[in-house]
């Protein structure tokens, strides 16, 4: 039996108009639909993708919210190897993951170790989530000869970043959101910076001036920093 071939999906923001042509398509001849599984809460990939889920069988990926990496290890390696099984049965399989599945993916672990395994598995590219922040702030992100640096905010201290000549996105910034504020003011960048809270959803929350945004935000927030104050 001819193995069946794993697509990492790229299903955008939030927005359901911005999940791509390509990706409709793969969503729609795909057997099985992989959905990324931290345990708790709503499946945002899965709401995004709507009725194209309708009539597939669901595989639920763990997905821990961990820096654990023999936690983090086993998860994704549990993945590959269930997913593995589908495509022994010559089924094909549709990982959905938020934004681009190339810019900080569970997906790309998984990926790696299908690959690694002697199966097929292509990427479907998806809208970013800091272009999709840029739409709603009506403005661009680097023109001319701007360099853009993007960072996981709430990975580690974000200081050494911005000592960068260039404009700044910060992604996942949201349990770090206050130190993040108050390192753009140390820097002298409160002023030029702006935020967009789940962008695409129904909660998202524009913010011109970053100054003006709550104490407090959820997960899917990204901050842009233009330099030049533009």
Do not use: W
């Not at 790229?10 to 001849?29: F, W």
């Not at 206050?178 to 909660?203: F, P, W």
């Amino acid at each position: 039996m001819k193995r069946g071939v794993l697509y990492g999906v790229g299903v955008g923001p939030g927005d359901p108009e911005l999940l791509t042509l390509k990706a409709q398509r793969i969503l729609r001849e795909t057997d099985v639909i992989a959905v990324p599984d931290k345990g708790a809460g709503e499946k945002t990939a899965l709401n995004i993708i709507g009725p194209l889920s309708e009539g597939k069988d669901l595989l639920y990926c763990e997905a821990p919210m961990t820096r654990d990496p023999a936690l983090l290890e086993a998860a994704y390696g549990e993945n590959a190897r269930r997913i593995a099984a589908v495509l022994d049965e010559g089924r094909s399989v549709a990982f959905i993951t938020l934004g681009d599945p190339s810019i900080y993916s569970t997906y790309l672990y998984t990926h790696r170790r299908v690959l690694a395994m002697g199966y097929k598995a292509e990427i479907i590219p998806g809208v970013p989530s800091f272009c999709a922040v840029a739409a709603a702030l009506g403005d661009g992100l680097c023109e001319g000869s701007d360099r853009l640096l993007i960072v996981p905010a709430s990975h580690r201290d974000v200081g050494d970043c911005l000592t960068v000549d260039a404009n700044y996105v910060f992604m996942k910034a949201g349990r770090e959101i206050g130190k993040l504020r108050d390192t753009l003011a140390e820097h002298g960048l409160l002023d030029r910076s702006a935020m967009v809270e789940n962008c695409g959803m129904a909660a998202e929350r524009v913010y011109p001036r970053f100054a003006d945004a709550p104490g407090e935000s959820g997960y899917f927030s990204v901050v842009v920093v233009k330099r030049d104050g533009e």
